[in-house]
Structures are given as structure tokens and as C-alpha cells.
């Protein structure tokens, strides 16, 4: 049960790592920033100050 859990667990991981490599590339092809909330604020941030490697 402890590895399905396991297995499971790496393939949401790499799903969402895969999402957010696309989310990045598509913001880089728009030219338009990236909107987070950092300490409880909303923060644009543009995409060109974030690493390629993701």
C-alpha cells in the first residue's frame, strides 16, 4: 500500500512540474507576468527573472 502511495505521489509531482514548465513557457511566448500572492499579497512577477530549469 506504502509504495502505490509512493508511486502515486512522484506522478502528481511530476505532473505538477510539468504544469508549471508549460505555465512559464506560455507566459514567455504571451509577455505577460506571472500574478502570486507572496505574504499574503497579489505580486506580479514577470516571467524573464524566473529560471528556465523551473
Known sequence: MENKLK?????????LESSYKKLLEFKRQKNT???ITKD??????????????G
Open 7 to 15: 508511486e502515486l505521489e512522484n506522478k502528481v509531482r511530476k505532473g
Open 40 to 53: 499574503g499579497k497579489i505580486v506580479e512577477v514577470k516571467v524573464n527573472t524566473i529560471a528556465n530549469n
Open 33 to 35: 507576468p506571472l500574478i
